[in-house]
């Protein structure tokens, strides 16, 4: 299955351009403490995983993975100390989970081709 693309671009990249716009505002006057800033990429990265899912339509494993981005950022702008390292790791076995069980909920569009005659 292809990633959805949103104004011809990858929801990750979207999200990269929302935290970028938070840095650059709070850089140049946006008086936002480090808690509110987490909090916008938060809303946007669970945003984004709901228009994924509306987007897919059999899209609850992407919206799993969103609220668990969302959460991530959260904590870590509440104080969370992880490296990008063990973050990585933690989106990475949550991506693996949801992906093991969507693949047993999710059907094909198109019936499976009928096995070839053996010889």
Same mark, same amino acid.
């Given at each position: 299955m292809r990633t959805p693309l949103f104004l011809g671009r990858e929801p990750a990249a979207w999200l990269s351009l929302v935290a970028i716009l938070v840095k650059l505002a709070a850089a140049f006057g946006w008086q936002a403490s480090p808690e509110v800033q987490a909090a916008v990429? *938060?809303? *946007? *990265?669970? *945003?984004?995983?709901i228009l994924i899912a509306l987007a897919v339509h059999d899209g609850l494993g992407v919206a799993i993975v969103g609220l668990a981005q969302s959460a991530l950022a959260l904590s870590i702008g509440y104080g969370l100390d992880w490296s990008t390292e063990k973050q990585a790791v933690v989106m990475t076995a949550v991506t693996i989970a949801v992906g093991m069980w969507d693949r047993t909920q999710v059907t094909a569009r198109v019936p499976a081709k009928s096995p070839l005659p053996t010889v």
């Open positions: 990429n *938060a809303i *946007a *990265a669970a *945003a984004m995983g």
